[in-house]
């Protein structure tokens, strides 16, 4: 069965720090998909990004970057000089065919960062 | 375009009623889901569709029932509420089999039940 461990629950930083939010995974699907979603304060979830299984280069958009390591079934990602509007929960996920182009997403516990301004 | 909006966002039952969640996406997506969200947890699918009447079972699906008579609408019902449906339920829609998996969530709807 799929399963997403971040480890972090809570994580505070002073503003302008960088900070790595953890996800390890467990699949055994031989293809799959990561994501990445945001939950500010306000409730909504913000798609962040997607990875594919048979794509391990890491990405980096802005002030974020993303790590995804097979080898140690990790996808971490990082937030470079952070800023209170970065405050907000982290969800990383891991996707499971249930039918042709249909996905059972499988969510992390999710971790709180909070950025001190 | 509004993307993926969920009626009504807040609503407080009495165990035993009933009622009904509204999901409507306007980005002409194939599949849409029911999930749940719960203090401490992540999200938890309930039930989704592939298509215009067509729904199939999450992995919580005891106490809700589903419809999706038009392409852009799903709904979730609650037949009779029990306090372990207190949560908050997130809808989610993505594209065809091109980028299907990437899902769209909507606000959220915060259901409590006393």
């Known amino acids: 069965a799929q399963k997403v461990t971040q480890a972090q629950t809570e994580i505070s930083v002073v503003e302008k720090e960088d900070v790595t939010l953890d996800c390890v995974y467990e699949t055994r699907d031989t293809t799959y998909y990561l994501f990445w979603y945001k939950q500010p304060p306000s409730g909504e979830l913000v798609f962040l990004i997607r990875?594919?299984?048979?794509?391990?280069q890491n990405e980096i958009s802005g002030r974020y970057s993303w790590n995804f390591q097979k080898s140690t079934s990790s996808f971490n990602f990082t937030i470079t000089a952070s800023q209170v509007v970065d405050s907000a929960v982290y969800f990383c996920a891991l996707s499971e065919v249930v039918q042709t182009g249909a996905n059972n997403l499988f969510f992390g516990t999710g971790t709180r960062l909070t950025v001190i301004p | 375009n509004a993307g993926v909006t969920q009626t009504p966002k807040f609503r407080v039952l009495k165990t035993g009623q009933s009622m009904t969640l509204l999901c409507a996406q306007d980005?002409?997506?194939?599949?849409m889901y029911w999930y749940r969200q719960d203090p401490g947890m992540g999200l938890r699918l309930i039930h989704y569709s592939v298509g215009e009447g067509t729904t199939a079972k999450g992995e919580v699906p005891d106490g809700y029932n589903v419809s999706r008579l038009k392409k852009q609408n799903f709904l979730l019902g609650l037949e009779s509420a029990a306090p372990s449906q207190t949560s908050v339920y997130f809808c989610?829609?993505?594209?065809?089999?091109?980028?299907?998996?990437?899902?769209?969530f909507g606000p959220g709807t915060r259901l409590t039940v006393l």
């Open positions: 980005m002409n997506h194939e599949y």
């Open positions: 990875r594919n299984s048979f794509d391990e």
């Open positions: 989610a829609s993505s594209p065809g089999l091109a980028g299907a998996h990437t899902q769209y």
